[in-house]
């Protein structure tokens, strides 16, 4: 008997596009923005944030010199979160409508800049009972620990 239905974030009920956030960035550092995601993934870094062994403020500044990115805390998570599209993907009607028969959750890979922005600007986040986010349970998907 199905009891749970467990959606994740990124590109099932929210669109992102990486690229934005690296247009913006591009603005303020010395990096083109084609550049930018091969330089981030030449470390571990987003990893270990996305693991939540990083916090967000180190996690900007550690990104900043990495990017000689010039930002102050506040401008770089506007602009690490820009990568979200406005339109959810999953509408909120479906949502009420599973949750009024089952139990929500969702399970994501995701970092504690992102994940504040996201339950800010998408309503739809309140029809879930709980969440189990890659940051605070220090795994990612598809490690069997998350």
């Known amino acids: 008997m ?18 934005r956030g ?28 996305e693991t939540g062994l990083v916090e967000p403020r180190d ?7 990495l990017l000689d990115l ?5 401008q770089f998570c506007d602009i690490w979160s ?4 406005p339109d959810e993907l999953v509408p909120e ?12 959750l969702v399970l994501s890979n995701t970092n504690a800049i ?6 800010q600007s998408y309503p739809m986040l309140r029809h879930f009972d709980d969440f189990v986010l890659s940051y605070e349970v220090k795994a990612m998907k598809p490690a069997p620990a998350i």
């Open 70 to 74: 010039r930002v102050t805390y506040e």
């Open 22 to 49: 690296y247009r913006a960035m591009e603005k303020l550092c010395n990096y083109p923005a084609a550049d930018i995601p091969r330089r981030i993934g030449s470390t571990d870094l987003v990893h270990r944030f």
């Open 114 to 119: 992102h994940f504040a922005m996201v339950r």
């Open 82 to 85: 820009s990568i979200f599209l």
């Open 93 to 104: 009607s479906l949502l009420a409508g599973i949750g009024e028969r089952y139990r929500l």
């Open 2 to 19: 199905i009891k749970t239905v467990i959606f994740d974030l990124g590109k099932v009920l929210i669109p992102f596009d990486f690229s």
């Open 59 to 65: 996690f900007v500044e550690q990104l900043s010199r």
